[in-house]
């Protein structure tokens, strides 16, 4: 089982910056992959940003040039730098980790969700 928590949400102006952290802690074999998600009020749940344990990463089209997606030396905390937010950057952020088990099978872990809320 793995525990994801984050922290770093809150209200910023536009144009203004946040930084998301999240931290992983249990047992697992292996995290593979950390990775940023939001939902906006009446929308589906989206991709923004992931990082595998390579540093490769994937960003969301809307949020590319803006946001950037980084891992603690310890490969347990994500974090995502957030500049020149927009109004429509509002929603809950989830932090995602795609591990594999002691059993070998794969597993998705979510955080508690942290609110951004981009407004003047």
């Known amino acids: 089982q793995v525990q994801l928590v984050e922290s770093g949400g809150g209200l910023v102006q536009p144009g203004g910056s946040l930084r998301l952290s999240c931290a992983a802690s249990?047992?697992?074999?292996?995290?593979?992959?950390m990775g940023w998600y939001r939902q906006a009020p009446g929308k589906e749940r989206e991709l923004v940003a992931v990082?595998?344990?390579?540093?490769?990463?994937n960003y969301a089209d809307s949020v590319k040039g803006r946001f950037s997606i980084s891992r603690g030396n310890a490969k347990n905390t994500v974090y995502l730098q957030m500049n020149s937010l927009k109004p429509e950057d509002t929603a809950v952020y989830y932090c995602?980790?795609?591990?594999?088990?002691?059993?070998?099978?794969?597993?998705?872990?979510w955080g508690q969700g942290t609110q951004v809320t981009v407004s003047s």
């Open positions: 995602n980790a795609a591990a594999t088990g002691w059993n070998l099978k794969g597993y998705d872990y």
């Open positions: 249990g047992s697992i074999f292996r995290i593979n992959a």
């Open positions: 990082i595998t344990n390579g540093g490769s990463t």
